[in-house]
């Protein structure tokens, strides 16, 4: 079955410290996937996808295939980077199959 | 870039009323929209996909009768909420594809917070 799983709930890290947000996926084929970002208040936005490899506000994630990963990372985090972000991938009828988010705080 | 807007925003209404939110892709066509419920501190739950000329297509658990999805243009959908009780209240979302670009890649609004006294 097709799912993506994001095991942190919420993750807190100090303002510099490097960020890395966890998601797993279960395909069978080839994924596309995605990073969606919510700030507070504000509308879910496309953060970046793996297909254009592309770094958005610092922001990068890579497709391990044989972890079947997409883990979002940020080598310094800054305050304005708290948000939810979650992570997505297209089924097979291209609806957007999503996990459950992590809630990232970044500590001043 | 690609703009959503979805309205009202927020709406407070009495039980057993009907209220009517409204979807639109402001600068690009879109044959699919999804609507989404999103409960306090939870994930985006989808409720149903909207496809333009065509019946909406409900997730399990959603009643069709209970929320009426309408997608009359490539730009508009409506999702109304019938005889609303206490327990719709939630924070309604919407999303659209558009015609072209990449599948999984989709626009939101930004929200409607309805309220059922």
């Known amino acids: 079955a097709q799912r993506v799983t994001q095991p942190e709930k919420l993750l807190s890290v100090f303002k510099g410290a490097p960020v890395e947000l966890k998601c797993n996926y279960s395909?069978?084929?080839?994924?596309?996937l995605f990073w969606y970002v919510q700030y507070s208040r504000q509308r879910l936005q496309l953060l970046l996808r793996?297909?254009?490899?592309?770094s958005i506000k610092g922001f990068t994630a890579d497709l391990n295939k044989g972890e079947t990963s997409f883990h979002l990372k940020k080598p310094f985090a800054q305050e304005e980077d708290s948000a939810m972000y979650y992570c997505?991938?297209?089924?097979?009828?291209?609806?957007?199959?999503w996990g459950a988010g992590t809630k990232l705080i970044i500590k001043p | 870039g690609a703009v959503v807007s979805q309205h009202p925003s927020w709406v407070i209404c009495k039980s057993g009323t009907s209220v009517k939110i409204e979807c639109r892709s402001l600068?690009?066509?879109?044959?699919?929209m999804f609507w989404y419920r999103q409960f306090p501190k939870q994930s985006l739950m989808l409720m149903a996909t909207?496809?333009?000329?065509?019946?909406?297509?409900?997730e399990q658990g959603v009643e069709k009768d209970k929320f009426l999805i309408n997608h009359a243009s490539l730009t508009l959908s409506t999702l109304t909420v019938t005889s609303a009780h206490p327990e719709d209240s939630s924070f309604y979302i919407c999303?659209?594809?558009?015609?072209?670009?990449?599948?999984?890649?989709?626009?939101f609004g930004e929200g409607s917070r309805l309220t059922v006294l």
């Open positions: 999303s659209a594809r558009p015609v072209t670009g990449y599948s999984g890649e989709l626009f």
């Open positions: 600068d690009f066509q879109a044959t699919t």
């Open positions: 909207s496809n333009e000329g065509s019946k909406a297509t409900y």
């Open positions: 395909y069978s084929g080839s994924p596309e």
């Open positions: 793996h297909i254009s490899r592309e």
């Open positions: 997505a991938l297209p089924d097979s009828n291209y609806q957007l199959i």
